[in-house]
């Protein structure tokens, strides 16, 4: 940083607040299983799509080669 | 894990990792052997045929040949739908084939770039200047299915497409030389 620019911790709106580091570890804890529920739902959801056009759909249309 | 061992919280972080890594594998090992599978028993493969034919010649003589085109069936009782696919129109119009018997359709242009798919089934291919696209398939169904062309082609390519008449087996009747016409309706 150019030495003659203030800081960002010059404003106190800037500064962040204080963080109960137990209360942080906790929702950490958490953010993971919170992700993979989000992205198991939706990619689990894709797969199910997938499955059942080539099921119900593309298989009784025949064969094809 | 424990609040105090970011080493712990990081090691179940790699651990729900690698519980997706595999979740993914097991998905892909699926639906390449569910396509490996329908492949071996169904005869279920993507169309691909190389067979070079002059564009340029094709309607004068052999295989496409006006007299030539439409749906024949062999004297081993095999059926081959013969079509040209030109700006802007399927030569013959109207294609009949039999339901529930493996067909072979094979199709030449003269001119551009063509595509075609038959409605309600998986036949869906291109024809390319200068080579044969052909497809095996088996209809499923009977009736009448549009068949349009589904790569742009010219001015007119929206009016270019042809029906496909699958018939059952009672009326799909060859005629002294083997040839099939669509049926009157």
Redesign the interface.
Known sequence: MVSDQPSSAASPREVADDVDE?AL??V??MV??GA?VL??TA?ALL?AG?LLI?ILV???????? | ?S?THPEA?ER??LQ?ELL?AF??GV?IAA?LG?ILF??LT??????SNVERINPKTLHLAGEFAEHNLGTAVGSDGRVTVRAIATQFMFLPHCIAVPANRPVTLRFASPDVIHGLLIT?????TMVVPGFVAQ??????QTGDLLMPCHEYCGLGHSEMWATVQALPDNEFKPGPDGRVSCAKR
Not at chain 2, 120 to 124: A, H, K, Q, R, S
Not at chain 2, 135 to 140: G, I, N, Q
């Open positions: 137990v570890a906790r950490m804890r993971p299983l993979a992205a198991g990619v797969v997938y080539y593309f298989l009784p249309r025949g064969t094809v080669g | 894990m609040d919280h179940w972080i729900t997706w979740g993914v998905f639906a569910m329908t492949a169904m005869n279920v493969n993507p169309p309600g089934t998986n036949v869906n497809v095996h398939t088996e209809f499923t």
